[in-house]
């Protein structure tokens, strides 16, 4: 097994409400010409049960971005300071230091950058010039549990390392002006931006602080990847020269209630587990629906998923970062009983599952 050793996050400093970000998007994303269509889209913001976001850029500079060049260089701008902090933040809640980590992988799905961010990570965090480092970009939604699950496979043959995963969404640069689409209108109001960082030991390295200290270290027992046929539409990206376009289907908790709870019975089963033995849920907030399709194909408890309601109300869906902010409010916030079971799970463009197995 390796060891999660401590979660740390960062979100941008320009935080809005969710009725403030609706009226000022609504001129930008429907023209001027199409404003008898803004009622549809405040009923879908609020609809998204998100009630305060946190943007890259101050509110009024979404009126016109520059074109995807533009974006993406405040992409890799904000990017990069908000991966650093929560970089950092990891690493001291772990009582490690730069210098310890082996291997850094990062995620992201919202810009690209050639050196990529944990290249420039290097230098701005003191890694040392061995580190070795990891670039995935793609995975959407799906990536902040897919990290943590190919984290784990690393560690498990370098018993002896400190590893890092790092996920920067900054979902609000994808925006497109001229998308009238309704998925595109569900976009504008549900994601939010933000960064997590999550540092992982094998189980020849310990991490820093003491074993009282009252930080839970849940260790990863196993993990189960999840590909659903014909759903490579479900959700993602069309790329072209404004950047990235929503693909976003009505169909998505469809496909959670029909896949979701074979997936997970079948998991557990492997290692002498059922449903109801999974004592603290860590999921990503898709969205209400997803949430909802959740809670019913498992029959979860009243409660289970109350943190991933309550981050999907302040700071919106982060993409890849988000699973990773409610695991760290996760090791905050509860104290599961030691060796009791947890559950780590997202799904993401693929249309795919990634199911992480806990030891608390």
């Given at each position: 097994m390796s060891v999660i050793a401590a979660v740390g996050s960062a979100v941008p400093d320009h935080r809005y409400p969710q009725a403030e970000i609706t009226e000022a998007l609504g001129v930008t994303v429907l023209g001027e010409a199409h404003l008898d269509r803004l009622p549809v889209m405040r009923r879908l913001h609020t609809s998204s049960?998100?009630?305060?976001?946190?943007?890259?850029?101050?509110?009024?500079?979404?009126?016109?971005?520059?074109?995807?060049?533009?974006?993406?260089?405040?992409?890799?701008?904000?990017?990069?300071?908000?991966?650093?902090?929560?970089?950092?933040?990891a690493l001291d809640a772990a009582g490690l230091v730069p210098e310890?980590?082996?291997?850094?992988?990062?995620?992201?799905?919202?810009?690209?950058?050639a050196p990529s961010l944990d290249a420039r990570l290097v230098a701005r965090l003191g890694l040392r010039p061995d580190v070795k480092r990891l670039p995935v970009f793609g995975l959407g939604c799906v990536a902040g549990a897919a990290g943590v699950a190919r984290v784990h496979d690393y560690l498990l043959g370098h018993p002896d390392d400190v590893a890092v995963l790092v996920s920067v969404e900054l979902c609000s640069l994808t925006l497109q002006?001229?998308?009238?689409?309704?998925?595109?209108?569900?976009?504008?109001?549900?994601?939010?931006?933000?960064?997590?960082?999550?540092?992982?030991?094998?189980t020849g390295r310990a991490a820093g602080?003491?074993?009282?200290?009252?930080?839970?270290?849940?260790?990863?027992?196993?993990?189960?990847?999840?590909?659903?046929p014909?759903?490579?539409?479900?959700?993602?990206?069309?790329?072209?020269?404004?950047?990235?376009k929503i693909v976003l289907d009505q169909s998505v908790p469809d496909v959670v209630e029909s896949y979701l709870r074979e997936d997970v019975e079948k998991f557990l089963a492997d290692h002498g587990l059922t449903v109801a033995d999974i004592g603290t849920w860590v999921a990503h907030p898709g969205g209400p629906k997803v949430l909802e399709a959740v809670q019913r194909?498992?029959?979860?408890?009243?409660?289970?998923?109350?943190?991933?309601?309550?981050?999907?109300?302040?700071?919106?869906?982060?993409?890849?970062?988000?699973?990773?902010?409610?695991?760290?409010?996760?090791?905050r916030e509860r104290r599961p009983e030691p060796?009791?079971?947890?559950?780590?799970?997202?799904?993401?463009?693929?249309?795919?599952?990634?199911?992480?197995?806990?030891s608390w």
């Open positions: 049960q998100v009630a305060t976001r946190h943007l890259a850029l101050p509110l009024e500079r979404y009126a016109d971005l520059g074109g995807f060049t533009a974006s993406n260089d405040v992409f890799i701008e904000v990017g990069l300071d908000l991966a650093e902090r929560s970089v950092r933040r310890d980590v082996d291997l850094v992988m990062s995620v992201s799905v919202t810009g690209v950058a002006a001229d998308d009238r689409s309704m998925a595109n209108l569900v976009a504008s109001g549900l994601f939010g931006d933000g960064a997590a960082a999550v540092v992982m030991t094998g602080g003491s074993p009282d200290d009252g930080r839970p270290r849940p260790r990863v027992v196993d993990t189960r990847s999840r590909m659903y014909g759903t490579d539409r479900v959700m993602g990206w069309d790329i072209g020269t404004t950047g990235f194909s498992l029959d979860l408890p009243e409660g289970a998923l109350s943190l991933t309601w309550d981050s999907l109300a302040a700071v919106g869906n982060l993409s890849s970062a988000s699973v990773l902010q409610v695991l760290e409010a996760t090791m060796g009791s079971a947890g559950l780590l799970l997202a799904m993401g463009p693929g249309f795919c599952a990634e199911l992480v197995l806990l």
